[in-house]
């Protein structure tokens, strides 16, 4: 196997929902390195034994396997430092490692609390009581009630983006001119919800919203492709 990813999938195997996933998916495309797609769901514990733990994305890269997103990052760079930086210098990689954790701690919970009815409905079958369970234990309340209370978590999730706003009002990434891993990081929430939910997460004179375009476009469009609902209909 030359270079794989696995990665969290829904009922279909191009439904790819994880935030984590989502920025290795771009970081691999900005590497251009060709991949594989391997898709794996929660309870396919047992498929992930080789890498040590039971999270994804963990990447198969030759006789390499690396988890966690922030790792595959690192590794990607430095292994392959002659194809475009995901970090540009040790300051970027710096501020990124900001840019995760803030958005691991605002933006994913927010997004999330949005999106929570219809990640439910979309996660495959097999992975729906184990989903619950931990969901409703680590969120202390019934899907059912969370997502009844989906509409008015909307607009905690737009103000928990507010730090963005004027960065993305002053440049076309938060890497500047081009996006760096920090984008690869803010956006995989936005494909989390894309995948799953038809919720229009931003409007469309929103400064996100044009940036989200620009992301979209990335690549020949390759992450407009994959399975989800328009942003805008
Ligand atoms: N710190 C890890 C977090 C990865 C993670 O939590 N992935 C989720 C999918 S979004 C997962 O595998 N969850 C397994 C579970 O909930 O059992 C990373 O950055 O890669």
Same mark, same amino acid.
């Given at each position: 196997m030359a270079t794989a990813l696995w990665e969290l999938a829904g009922?279909?195997?191009?439904?790819l929902f994880s935030p984590y996933c989502w920025r290795i998916r771009m970081a691999l495309l900005h590497k251009g390195l060709a991949f594989e797609s391997l898709p794996w769901r929660f309870t396919d514990q047992a498929a992930l034994s080789f890498s040590g733990? /039971? @999270?994804?994305p963990v990447l198969v890269d030759g006789s390499r396997c690396v988890h966690d997103s922030w790792d595959i990052a690192v590794y990607l760079d430095e292994h392959?430092? /002659? @194809?475009?930086?995901?970090?540009?210098c040790s300051q970027a990689r710096s501020l990124a490692l900001f840019v995760k954790h803030w958005c691991e701690t605002q933006v994913h919970p927010a997004t999330l609390r949005v999106i929570i009815g219809d990640l439910f409905d979309a996660v495959h079958p097999r992975d729906k009581a184990y989903f619950r369970q931990t969901r409703e234990q680590r969120l202390g309340e019934r899907l059912e009630t969370l997502s009844q209370q989906s509409h008015s978590a909307l607009p905690l999730f737009r103000a928990s983006l507010d730090p963005v706003r004027p960065v993305l009002v002053a440049q076309d990434f938060l890497g500047g001119k081009g996006p760096s891993f920090a984008d690869y990081i803010l956006f995989g929430p936005f494909q989390w919800a894309r995948a799953v939910s038809p919720t229009r997460?931003?409007?469309?004179?929103?400064p996100i919203y044009a940036w989200r375009e620009r992301m979209l476009d990335r690549f020949g469009g390759a992450a407009r492709q994959m399975r989800g609902y328009p942003v805008w209909a």
């Open positions: 009922v279909e195997d191009d439904r733990q /039971g @999270r994804v392959y430092n /002659g @194809r475009p930086a995901l970090f540009e997460l931003l409007d469309p004179d929103d």
